[in-house]
């Protein structure tokens, strides 16, 4: 059964650059069927899509974030990373990996079928 | 930029048909999907291409299509059902990725 799992660190200073991992077990990221996304959420509110990447090295971001985002993959360990750069309170989330499916209509038009638990990151000095 | 549009909240009493909508100008060319958050969880997929539901999803959900809504439909909710709802898509581009702000589903 395929598992994501986030680490990193929970507490990034204002300025600095946040990055978390997603560790995917049970299954290749090497799939053709699948793009790997990040998903945050601050607290109380809504979900925001922040990028998705392809094991290939295909990449997709929000244009809110896009300047600040950096998603890559390592086929190798199995695993995909976010970095955000410049972080503000405003990048207090938790953040969720999840398997995103390549879509009918476009490459990322398909729905995030399997999420990790999510990690707190806070953004404080 | 795109937005998906829902209600911030819906209230039934257990039994009763819970409908929550979605509505967004690309939706006619983009599918929909739903997903249920209960709190303190990850968001859990319910409904995936407008109206087809995942394995192990129970058959009281179901999503439909008209235009430019989605509807997400709740049948006989239970108790269990109270969560929060987030409906997601693509922009007509179908290059980037939209949550809607998410319905809090109350079951009263």
């Known amino acids: 059964q395929l598992q994501l799992q986030e680490s990193g660190p929970g507490l990034v200073k204002p300025s600095e650059t946040l990055s978390l991992t997603c560790t995917v077990s049970g299954g290749s990221i090497s799939s053709s069927s699948y793009y790997w996304g990040w998903i945050r959420q601050p607290p109380g509110k809504g979900l925001e899509w922040i990028g998705s990447i392809y094991y290939s090295g295909s990449t997709y971001y929000n244009p809110s974030l896009k300047s600040r985002v950096t998603i890559s993959v390592d086929t190798s360990k199995n695993q995909f990373s976010l970095k955000l750069s410049s972080v503000t309170a405003a990048d207090t989330a938790v953040y969720y990996c999840a398997r995103h499916q390549v879509g009918v209509v476009t490459a990322i038009s398909g729905a995030f079928d399997i999420w990790g638990q999510g990690t707190m990151v806070t953004v404080s000095s | 930029s795109y937005e998906l549009t829902q209600p911030p909240s819906v209230s039934v009493s257990p039994g009763q048909t819970a409908r929550i909508t979605c509505s967004g100008d690309?939706?006619?060319?983009?599918?929909a999907y739903w997903y249920q958050q209960k709190p303190g969880q990850a968001p859990v997929l319910v409904i995936y291409?407008?109206?087809e539901r995942p394995s192990g999803i129970p058959e009281r959900f179901s999503g439909s299509s008209s235009g430019t809504t989605v509807t997400l439909t709740i049948s006989g909710v239970q108790a269990e059902d109270e969560a929060d709802y987030y409906c997601q898509s693509a922009d007509s581009s179908g290059t980037h990725v939209v949550f809607g702000g998410g319905t809090k589903l109350t079951v009263l």
């Open positions: 690309a939706l006619p060319k983009q599918y």
């Open positions: 291409k407008d109206s």
